[in-house]
Nanobody
Framework: QVQLVESGGGLVQAGGSLRLSCAVS????????VAWYRQAPGEQRELVAA???????NYADSVKGRFTISRDNAKNTVYLQMNSLKPEDTAIYYC????????????????WGQGTQVTVSS
């Protein structure tokens, strides 16, 4: 069983920055990666970024060059550094533990955090 707890959301002006944290506890042999998803009101949940245990990453096209996912294995924490934020980045951000295959595709498993709200004002 894996537990995930997000923190770091808030209200920021367009062009600003935020850093989200996802504290991971527990283990599962099915999991080799952690990802950030987001869900805006009325929209489907979408993958933002993922990072494998080996440090390989992938990003949604909409955040490439602005967001950076990283991990601190000693602290069992995954971070999402968000720069140059836009109003369209406003959403609830969720952390997920899942599987990333050799092609870089990420498959979410049923391990989600409670979410953290990010609001970007124009």
């Amino acid at each position: 069983q894996v537990q995930l707890v997000e923190s770091g959301g808030g209200l920021v002006q367009a062009g600003g920055s935020l850093r989200l944290s996802c504290a991971v506890s527990g283990r599962s042999s099915s999991i080799n990666a952690v990802a950030w998803y987001r869900q805006a009101p009325g929209e489907q949940r979408e993958l933002v970024a993922a990072i494998s245990t080996g440090g390989s990453t992938n990003y949604a096209d909409s955040v490439k060059g602005r967001f950076t996912i990283s991990r601190d294995n000693a602290k069992n924490t995954v971070y999402l550094q968000m720069n140059s934020l836009k109003p369209e980045d406003t959403a609830i951000y969720y952390c997920n533990a899942g599987f990333r295959n050799y092609d870089g595709h990420y498959f979410p498993l049923n391990s989600w955090g409670q979410g953290t709200q990010v609001t970007v004002s124009s």
